[in-house]
């Protein structure tokens, strides 16, 4: 059965830190991957998403990923870290043959200037 | 920029009653779905629908529940009979086409407290 795991349920980062958050998927076939962000109050939204191609990809604000098909993870990373970036982020699979997506448990990110 | 726009944002109700969750899709949008999320656990499928039928389904969403979309905008969830552990933020999606090349764009959710 699809899995996903976010081992970090809560990160802290001083602003201007680089950041990884870390994804492990279980699944058979290849796996359509990824990232959104869930602001207070607010809906998800997509920051990156990898279905075939190149392993790193790049998302929305500042924002990138790296498949690593060996270690079935997508973990997400950004250079500085802003304040602005504090926020839950959550780890997705999707496949060719379903419409669901399938969820991690979420990373909060709190951000310290 | 288009979005998807739930209503209420949060909704109490008595164990027992039935409550509808309102979502209106993003217009040109042809697949929907229903995601929830118990507090501190991960979001959860629920359902997709497509060309006015259920086209998959978790086995969380039993016969309490029912999605209808009644006037070609809104997209409803209704939960006939609710039960304390229905309590959870209840997510709307919507996307254009099926393959997952396709964005799935969400609402903001809905907070469901059954008290």
């Known amino acids: 059965a699809q899995s996903v795991t976010q081992p970090d349920i809560h990160i802290t980062v001083s602003e201007g830190a680089s950041l990884e958050l870390r994804c492990n998927y279980s699944?058979?076939?290849?796996?359509?991957l990824f990232w959104y962000v869930q602001s207070p109050g607010q809906g998800l939204q997509l920051l990156l998403k990898y279905f075939s191609g190149d392993t790193l990809v790049q998302g929305i604000k500042g924002f990138e990923a790296e498949f690593k098909r060996s270690q079935s993870s997508f973990n997400l990373r950004k250079p500085s870290v802003h304040w602005s970036d504090a926020a839950e982020y959550f780890c997705a699979v999707g496949a060719q043959d379903t419409d669901k997506l399938i969820f991690g448990t979420g990373t909060r990110l709190q951000v310290f200037p | 920029e288009p979005e998807v726009t739930q209503t209420p944002s949060h909704q109490v109700t008595q164990m027992g009653q039935e409550v509808i969750l309102r979502c209106v899709p993003i217009s040109n949008h042809l697949y929907f779905y229903w995601y929830r999320q118990i507090l501190g656990q991960k979001v959860e499928f629920l359902v997709s629908f497509y060309n006015n039928e259920i086209s998959e389904k978790s086995e969380i969403f039993d016969d309490q529940f029912s999605v209808e979309r009644p006037d070609g905008s809104n997209f409803t969830l209704k939960i006939r009979s609710t039960k304390l552990e229905d309590s959870a933020m209840y997510f709307c999606?919507?996307?254009f086409g099926r393959g997952a090349n396709n964005e799935q764009f969400f609402g903001p959710g809905t907070r469901l407290t059954v008290l």
């Open positions: 999606a919507s996307r």
């Open positions: 699944y058979g076939a290849t796996p359509y």
